[in-house]
């Protein structure tokens, strides 16, 4: 079972081979805590069974034990045996009624997760594994513990926090918590320095695809419940106005598609900010940023040296948007400025 033939009892606690070989010639052995693993292994590998039995009786009252006011350390050697025995038995036998316990405790984030993920630039990643399947539906408790972490690393994005990005469900924190969703995703994508090219690449998706997944969502349970409206049609004067209409009408690659329009009235990149980061008709970011990244084309007076002050997330949180929005998430144009 434990990969096993021979075991050097020099690896042993002398009071656990004792109290092992003793057992052998009384038929009858009790379990201490600190003697546990050892007289464990020797059993399974010496094939004695019924050691073997009672060292699992023992533990599982262990397990029986585990109640919410159950100190960190006692659930700590619970948890790190059952890991052990899962490593070297190859087997959930021990780890299975564990994590089903610890599971069933609602304040277990607060008991367990969030103190065993303390020293969390050095878990495995099996142990962040188990982290995530104990957390179930509790996503923002790992995203806290995420966030806190690359603050204190110094706003390193390590393979830990990458591993934890990647493998939880991130529309389920949306749907939680969305203060918490957007404070992470401004972390990562505003102020995180990364040594690895890919994880700009990995944020940005993971965000596009737990947002629309979660604005889709919602737009369709909206569309079902909501009854048709008919749209009451306002004149627009003026080419800024044309712009914010259209814009809001998803027109706006037709207003566009050639140089005549915004070039032909002179407007200018300060006159096209200036309209589309105060019009109340532009509700979120990324119609913002469709219509600026169209019209930027054709401003008189646009050059690449103006990127830099264009101060888009200044303007995005000024209005109060979030990151994304349900207006163009089927046709969104991913542009980032820096301020």
Same mark, same amino acid.
């Given at each position: 079972?434990l990969?096993? &033939?021979? @075991?050097d009892? %020099?690896? !042993?606690?002398? %009071?656990a081979?004792?109290?092992?070989?003793?057992s052998?010639?009384?038929?009858?052995?009790e379990? =201490?805590?600190?003697?546990?693993?050892?007289?464990n292994?020797?059993?399974?590998?010496f094939?004695? &069974?019924?050691?073997s039995?009672i060292?699992q009786?023992y533990?599982?009252? @262990?397990?029986?034990d585990?109640?919410?006011?159950? =100190?960190?350390?006692?659930?700590l050697?619970?948890?790190?045996?059952?890991?052990?025995?899962?490593?070297?038995m #190859?087997?959930?036998?021990?780890?299975?009624?564990?994590?089903e316990?610890?599971?069933?405790?609602e304040?277990?984030a607060?008991?367990?997760?969030e103190?065993?993920t303390?020293n969390?630039?050095?878990?495995?990643v099996n142990?962040? %594994?188990?982290?995530? #399947?104990?957390?179930k539906?509790?996503?923002?408790?790992?995203?806290?513990?995420?966030k806190?972490?690359?603050?204190?690393?110094g706003l390193?994005?390590?393979?830990?926090?990458?591993?934890i990005?990647q493998n939880?469900?991130?529309?389920?924190?949306l749907?939680?918590?969305e203060?918490l969703?957007?404070?992470?995703f401004?972390?990562?994508?505003?102020?995180?320095?990364?040594?690895?090219p890919e994880?700009t690449?990995?944020i940005?998706?993971?965000?596009?695809?737990?947002?629309k997944?979660?604005?889709?969502?919602?737009k =369709?349970t909206?569309?079902?419940?909501?009854?048709? #409206?008919?749209?009451r049609k =306002?004149?627009?004067?003026?080419?800024?106005?044309?712009?914010?209409? %259209?814009?809001?009408?998803? #027109?706006?690659?037709?207003?566009?598609?050639?140089s005549?329009?915004?070039v032909?009235?002179?407007i200018?990149v300060?006159?096209?900010?200036e309209?589309? &980061?105060?019009?109340?008709k532009?509700k &979120?970011?990324?119609?913002?940023i469709?219509?600026?990244?169209k019209?930027?084309?054709y401003?008189?007076? !646009?050059?690449?040296e103006l990127v830099?002050?264009?101060?888009?997330?200044?303007?995005?949180?000024?209005?109060?948007?979030?990151?994304?929005?349900?207006d163009?998430i089927?046709?969104?144009l991913?542009?980032r400025y820096?301020n």
């Amino acid at each position: 079972v434990l990969q096993q &033939s021979v @075991l050097d009892m %020099d690896d !042993f606690g002398a %009071d656990a081979v004792h109290r092992f070989i003793a057992s052998l010639y009384c038929g009858e052995i009790e379990i =201490e805590q600190s003697q546990f693993r050892d007289i464990n292994k020797m059993s399974l590998v010496f094939k004695v &069974s019924w050691i073997s039995s009672i060292c699992q009786e023992y533990f599982q009252g @262990l397990v029986n034990d585990i109640r919410p006011d159950t =100190e960190y350390s006692t659930l700590l050697y619970i948890f790190e045996e059952a890991r052990y025995m899962m490593s070297k038995m #190859k087997s959930d036998s021990f780890l299975k009624p564990v994590m089903e316990q610890m599971c069933a405790l609602e304040n277990r984030a607060e008991i367990f997760i969030e103190p065993y993920t303390r020293n969390y630039g050095s878990l495995e990643v099996n142990q962040l %594994d188990l982290m995530i #399947k104990m957390a179930k539906d509790d996503v923002p408790c790992l995203l806290r513990i995420m966030k806190k972490n690359v603050e204190k690393q110094g706003l390193v994005f390590d393979e830990n926090s990458r591993h934890i990005l990647q493998n939880v469900d991130l529309v389920k924190c949306l749907e939680q918590n969305e203060t918490l969703y957007e404070e992470v995703f401004d972390l990562l994508l505003e102020k995180v320095e990364y040594t690895e090219p890919e994880d700009t690449k990995v944020i940005v998706k993971l965000y596009r695809e737990s947002t629309k997944t979660f604005y889709t969502s919602q737009k =369709e349970t909206k569309d079902e419940q909501e009854q048709p #409206k008919t749209e009451r049609k =306002e004149e627009e004067p003026g080419l800024s106005h044309k712009i914010t209409n %259209d814009l809001v009408n998803n #027109k706006i690659s037709n207003l566009f598609s050639s140089s005549t329009g915004i070039v032909d009235h002179g407007i200018s990149v300060e006159a096209i900010i200036e309209h589309l &980061s105060t019009s109340p008709k532009v509700k &979120s970011l990324y119609m913002f940023i469709e219509g600026l990244a169209k019209a930027l084309r054709y401003a008189v007076n !646009f050059t690449e040296e103006l990127v830099p002050r264009l101060k888009v997330n200044q303007i995005r949180i000024g209005r109060g948007w979030s990151r994304i929005s349900p207006d163009f998430i089927e046709n969104w144009l991913f542009v980032r400025y820096k301020n």
